[in-house]
């Protein structure tokens, strides 16, 4: 977090204060321009609000940042626009690019390389250290991009030529999630409670990161049931996407596709009371277990 040069920040506060992004929020609604320092790193710098709705602030020795309206806190490249660094796996690194689009970013960094063949008009970068922890996911929902840039999404990661496929695609997150704690895990009790509301004739065809380990989930519960495996998690993407039906785990690979499908007629997701909230739109129903 940032403060006025003459506001002598509290040790011990700067993590609340860095959060909730408090008192720089005070000082650019008061005024235009001024001089600042960290209260992390102690650096001095300089700010500016512009009519673009952004506050830039050039630091003397660190690379510059700028503030969103919402005071998200964001590098900048040398031309003044946003620069994004994408943390987590693939689902995560398409709403990034979602937002990306929706601040006109200069560059987004990412760790997958599934985003380097997409024409986005931004450059993109490849970087196997940008973090996997896809927690900062959170952030970028919260910034109204993703409803207003589908379209845009859609025509960017989807190749022309992806047909409809009537059938429900289950999709079971294993890997990373497993045992962590903020997140639902693997319930054969949703998936139950799922596939007794989707249509019985439609054929049921199952997703995952894990094909072996996610069978004691979903095994028997349809008559016929179809594991889709040796795809990549891109092809395992646009699979779902073509899909009419989706079954969706607590995580936003699956939920993305569902949610910039043309093709979806009914969607259902197992509910986190963490963050559930976050990942409603309007035909999206919420089951929980």
Not at 81 to 101: C, T, V
Not at 214 to 225: A, P, W
Request: aromatic share 12%.
């Amino acid at each position: 977090m940032i403060f006025p040069s003459d506001y002598d920040a509290p040790l011990g506060m700067v993590s609340v204060i860095s959060f909730f992004h408090y008192k720089m929020e005070e000082v650019v609604s008061m005024f235009s321009n001024g001089n600042c320092i960290s209260s992390i790193s102690h650096t001095k710098g300089v700010w500016q609000s512009a009519d673009d709705g952004y506050t830039r602030i050039f630091w003397l020795n660190r690379p510059h940042e700028m503030l969103t309206p919402n005071f998200a806190i964001l590098n900048m490249a040398k031309n003044g626009l946003p620069i994004i660094e994408a943390s987590g796996r693939l689902g995560n690194q398409y709403i990034w690019l979602a937002y990306a689009l929706g601040v006109n970013a200069d560059k987004i960094i990412t760790n997958q390389k599934d985003l380097l063949h997409l024409d986005c008009g931004i450059e993109v970068e490849y970087d196997p250290n940008t973090p996997f922890d896809g927690k900062s996911w959170i952030t970028a929902r919260k910034w109204p991009n993703i409803l207003e840039n589908i379209g845009d999404l859609r025509k960017i990661i989807v190749p022309r030529g992806v047909k409809q496929n009537d059938a429900i695609a289950l999709h079971v997150r294993m890997g990373d999630k497993i045992g962590m704690a903020e997140y639902m895990q693997p319930s054969r009790e949703f998936y139950e409670k799922a596939l007794y509301l989707m249509p019985k004739d439609l054929a049921v065809n199952v997703y995952s990161d894990n094909i072996s380990g996610c069978k004691q989930y979903v095994e028997g519960l349809r008559d016929e049931i179809n594991y889709i495996d040796g795809c990549s998690p891109r092809e395992d993407f646009l699979n779902i996407y073509s899909h009419t039906h989706h079954i969706i785990p607590d995580t936003t690979f699956s939920w993305l596709a569902s949610l910039i499908s043309p093709f979806r007629k009914l969607a259902i997701m197992q509910w986190n009371p963490n963050h559930g909230h976050i990942f409603k739109f309007p035909d999206l129903i919420t089951i929980k277990s």
